[in-house]
T-cell receptor, first 112, second 113 residues
Framework: SQQGEEDPQALSIQEGENATMNCSYK?????LQWYRQNSGRGLVHLIL?????REKHSGRLRVTLDTSKKSSSLLITASRAADTASYFC????????????FGGGTRLMVKP | NAGVMQNPRHLVRRRGQEARLRCSPMKGHSHVYWYRQLPEEGLKFMVYLQKENIIDESGMPKERFSAEFPKEGPSILRIQQVVRGDSAAYFC???????????FGPGTRLTVL
């Protein structure tokens, strides 16, 4: 699998339900970032979690990081139709270039 | 404080023409990154620049592609002699320093006819 690979690839839920997306990576990281992308639009930064952090919250978003398992999860609670989008995790692998390595994304659909 | 700005938002070129994509980072940001996104895929890193310097261009094709970030003005991604396979969305991001979040622009959608 690729660095920063999301699971599931697609998720469909009802409004009000929680949505959980997972991300796995292979190499050591400085930090991991989650982004949202609406269809045909740019990326919106959601949360950055550093390698020495285990959990972070922002509004209805909760991100966890398990460096021993090289995985992260994004939980969206009480989902809304407006949360419909693609969600990407991206890892900063402490490389000289500071590039972010993105996974293929999870396409979330929240039905009203 | 305006976010990252990219222009044009849409660009149509015929095979063999040149494409110039511009990116103005957020105010105060001196680190600029270019990524390419093919349909239904995640973003792929192309190049990382700081003012007047290319730091990492490991993701950029060796031929036809070049990038610059001059002392004054926006960063430019230049694609010479475009081919149909260059059709994609090109995103620019900027950060305050290399440990901070990268903020993305709205992208330029390049279509090569």
């Amino acid at each position: 699998s690729q660095q920063g690979e999301e699971d599931p690839q697609a998720l469909s839920i009802q409004e009000g339900e929680n949505a959980t997306m997972n991300c796995s990576y292979k190499t050591s990281i400085n930090n991991l970032q989650w982004y949202r992308q609406n269809s045909g639009r740019g990326l919106v930064h959601l949360i950055l979690i550093r390698s020495n952090e285990r959990e972070k919250h922002s509004g209805r978003l909760r991100v966890t990081l398990d460096t021993s398992k090289k995985s992260s999860s994004l939980l969206i609670t009480a989902s809304r139709a407006a949360d419909t989008a693609s969600y990407f995790c991206a890892t900063d692998n402490n490389n000289a270039g500071n590039m972010l390595t993105f996974g293929g994304g999870t396409r979330l659909m929240v039905k009203p | 404080n305006a976010g990252v700005m990219q222009n044009p938002r849409h660009l149509v070129r015929r095979r063999g023409q040149e494409a110039r994509l511009r990116c103005s980072p957020m105010k105060g940001h001196s680190h600029v990154y270019w990524y390419r996104q093919l349909p239904e895929e995640g973003l792929k890193f192309m190049v990382y620049l700081q003012k007047e310097n290319i730091i990492d261009e490991s993701g950029m094709p060796k031929e036809r592609f070049s990038a610059e970030f001059p002392k004054e003005g926006p960063s430019i991604l230049r694609i010479q002699q475009v081919v149909r396979g260059d059709s994609a969305a090109y995103f620019c991001a900027s950060s305050l320093n290399r440990e901070n979040e990268q903020f993305f622009g709205p992208g330029t959608r390049l279509t090569v006819l």
